[in-house]
């Protein structure tokens, strides 16, 4: 009798303790971001391949979308890992050969605020 109980208290002891340690991974992933990049030049429609080559050797590119925006490339990166300017320069370095330019798509969510002058009136 003590000794199935004793395996039980260890058994027990150990599913929580392997629970416990598996825990924090889980409930904190890694945070994610998704670059549109806009592609410019008469070489970039025929490298695609070669594109996806450079930007999947990234450490931290977790995704590459061709073809869901006409003349972009989604990239999916890790950003503790890789930041969005190494991507691009990182692609662009090759991309110089390719005749084709590689930039961030500037929307209304990422683009800088544009600068107050005395002259504009926001209040109408």
């Given at each position: 009798?003590?000794?199935?109980?004793?395996?039980?208290?260890?058994?027990?002891?150990?599913?929580?303790?392997?629970?416990?340690?598996?825990?924090?991974?889980?409930?904190?992933?890694?945070?994610?971001?998704r670059l549109p990049l806009m592609l410019s030049g008469s070489g970039?429609?025929?490298?695609?391949?070669?594109?996806?080559?450079?930007?999947?050797?990234?450490?931290?590119?977790?995704?590459?979308?061709?073809?869901?925006?006409?003349?972009?490339?989604?990239?999916?990166?890790?950003?503790?890992?890789?930041?969005?300017?190494?991507?691009?320069?990182?692609?662009?370095?090759?991309?110089?050969?390719?005749?084709?330019?590689?930039?961030?798509?500037?929307?209304?969510?990422?683009?800088?605020?544009?600068?107050?002058?005395?002259?504009?009136?926001?209040?109408?």
């Amino acid at each position: 009798m003590h000794t199935f109980l004793r395996r039980r208290i260890v058994s027990t002891v150990l599913l929580i303790a392997s629970l416990s340690v598996s825990l924090p991974v889980s409930a904190n992933p890694p945070a994610k971001e998704r670059l549109p990049l806009m592609l410019s030049g008469s070489g970039c429609d025929s490298k695609e391949a070669e594109m996806n080559n450079v930007l999947q050797a990234i450490p931290g590119v977790t995704g590459v979308y061709f073809n869901r925006i006409p003349d972009h490339v989604l990239v999916d990166i890790t950003t503790g890992t890789v930041k969005p300017a190494d991507v691009i320069n990182r692609v662009n370095d090759a991309a110089v050969s390719w005749q084709c330019k590689v930039e961030l798509m500037q929307s209304c969510i990422t683009a800088d605020m544009p600068s107050a002058s005395p002259s504009s009136n926001h209040n109408e």
